[in-house]
């Protein structure tokens, strides 16, 4: 198995929302498994100041000003930068990881909507360009940052659209975050169900032509676009779909020889989305992107 990391101070917040608390769980299930969770470092406020500015880093350390540190959506807490902090951590250290090893998975979420300046929808820091921008300074030729989670990751868009020898290909299957993205970068909106698994394959393809080995993915794995997840989920996409969905991009990235970072991103328990659904699907992706 490829590694996988996780913080325990991720689910330190007193806001308990499944962004903070299911990479414990899914931790858990792998264990249960028998698989070894890497506990990785905290991003250092060094490495934070190279993408977000002085103002909100603050604001998320110390609570101030009110408005900026809760501009995610929640309630701030003397431990929302340590959980903030050790979610990057684990997301750049799986880039490093799989920059060597060929794939890594961080148990991790809230990364796609926080912008530079502010968070957003559940996004505190943006582990996503974080980890792209750490990338390229660690030497990889190319980063291509899939992002398949149900909303549109805007934040990642404005923080990463002027950078050179990067990619950002967004599949949406929710309007949230709805923007319009600059060459080369690409946004596909998917309204019907039928077209999700199609999308996704046109834009394996297309990629094809491009990527050479070595290249490194970061996959925003998200799994809210299931049918019974009240936040995203679009009718008809079943959990079957978002299986095929990790197994089309398991079998591109080993085909072109990639190396894949990836992490958690959306999906909510509700009535219609058990928790143990929900830690069952994201496990699976693990096992899948992380087998040796
Ligand atoms: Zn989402």
Same mark, same amino acid.
């Given at each position: 198995?490829?590694? *996988?990391?996780?913080?325990?101070?991720?689910?330190?917040?007193?806001?308990?929302?499944?962004?903070?608390?299911?990479?414990?769980?899914?931790?858990?299930? @792998?264990?249960?498994?028998?698989?070894?969770?890497?506990?990785?470092?905290?991003?250092?406020?060094?490495?934070?100041?190279?993408?977000?500015?002085?103002?909100?880093?603050?604001?998320?350390?110390?609570?101030?000003?009110?408005?900026?540190?809760?501009?995610?959506?929640?309630?701030?807490?003397?431990?929302?930068?340590?959980?903030?902090?050790?979610?990057?951590?684990?997301?750049?250290?799986?880039?490093?990881?799989?920059?060597?090893?060929?794939?890594?998975?961080?148990?991790?979420?809230?990364?796609?909507?926080?912008?530079?300046?502010?968070? !957003?929808?559940?996004?505190?820091?943006? !582990?996503?360009?974080?980890?792209?921008?750490?990338? @390229?300074?660690?030497?990889?030729?190319?980063?291509?940052?899939?992002?398949?989670?149900?909303?549109?990751?805007?934040?990642?868009? !404005?923080?990463?659209?002027?950078?050179?020898?990067?990619?950002?290909?967004?599949?949406?299957?929710?309007?949230?975050?709805?923007?319009?993205?600059?060459?080369?970068?690409?946004?596909?909106?998917?309204?019907?169900?039928?077209?999700?698994?199609?999308?996704?394959?046109?834009?394996?393809?297309?990629?094809?032509?491009?990527?050479?080995?070595?290249?490194?993915?970061?996959?925003?794995?998200?799994?809210?676009?299931?049918?019974?997840?009240?936040?995203?989920?679009?009718?008809?996409?079943?959990?079957?779909? @978002?299986?095929?969905?990790?197994?089309?991009?398991? *079998?591109?990235?080993?085909?072109?020889?990639?190396?894949?970072?990836?992490?958690?991103?959306?999906?909510?328990?509700?009535?219609?989305?058990?928790?143990?659904?929900?830690?069952?699907?994201?496990?699976?992706?693990?096992?899948? *992107?992380?087998?040796?």
């Amino acid at each position: 198995m490829r590694p *996988i990391f996780f913080h325990q101070d991720t689910t330190k917040t007193k806001v308990q929302f499944d962004t903070t608390k299911k990479g414990y769980e899914v931790a858990h299930a @792998l264990q249960a498994l028998r698989h070894t969770i890497e506990s990785p470092l905290p991003l250092s406020r060094t490495v934070l100041e190279r993408y977000h500015t002085k103002q909100y880093i603050d604001a998320i350390e110390f609570g101030e000003p009110h408005d900026l540190a809760e501009s995610q959506g929640f309630a701030w807490d003397e431990n929302t930068w340590l959980s903030a902090t050790a979610q990057t951590g684990a997301m750049v250290a799986a880039v490093y990881a799989a920059m060597a090893q060929g794939s890594a998975y961080a148990l991790a979420s809230g990364f796609h909507h926080a912008a530079a300046g502010h968070g !957003g929808g559940f996004c505190t820091f943006n !582990g996503i360009a974080i980890a792209a921008g750490e990338a @390229l300074a660690a030497g990889a030729r190319r980063v291509i940052v899939l992002d398949f989670d149900a909303h549109g990751g805007g934040g990642t868009h !404005g923080m990463i659209s002027g950078w050179e020898n990067i990619l950002h290909y967004d599949l949406s299957t929710s309007p949230y975050e709805y923007y319009t993205p600059t060459a080369p970068h690409r946004r596909a909106h998917v309204s019907n169900a039928l077209q999700y698994l199609p999308t996704i394959q046109a834009l394996l393809e297309d990629l094809d032509t491009q990527v050479l080995p070595r290249d490194v993915v970061i996959l925003n794995a998200g799994m809210d676009s299931y049918e019974g997840c009240d936040i995203g989920g679009l009718n008809g996409i079943t959990i079957e779909m @978002l299986r095929e969905r990790d197994r089309l991009v398991d *079998i591109w990235a080993r085909r072109n020889q990639l190396s894949v970072a990836a992490c958690l991103a959306g999906g909510y328990q509700g009535n219609r989305y058990p928790q143990e659904l929900l830690v069952q699907i994201h496990t699976e992706s693990v096992l899948r *992107i992380c087998a040796d």
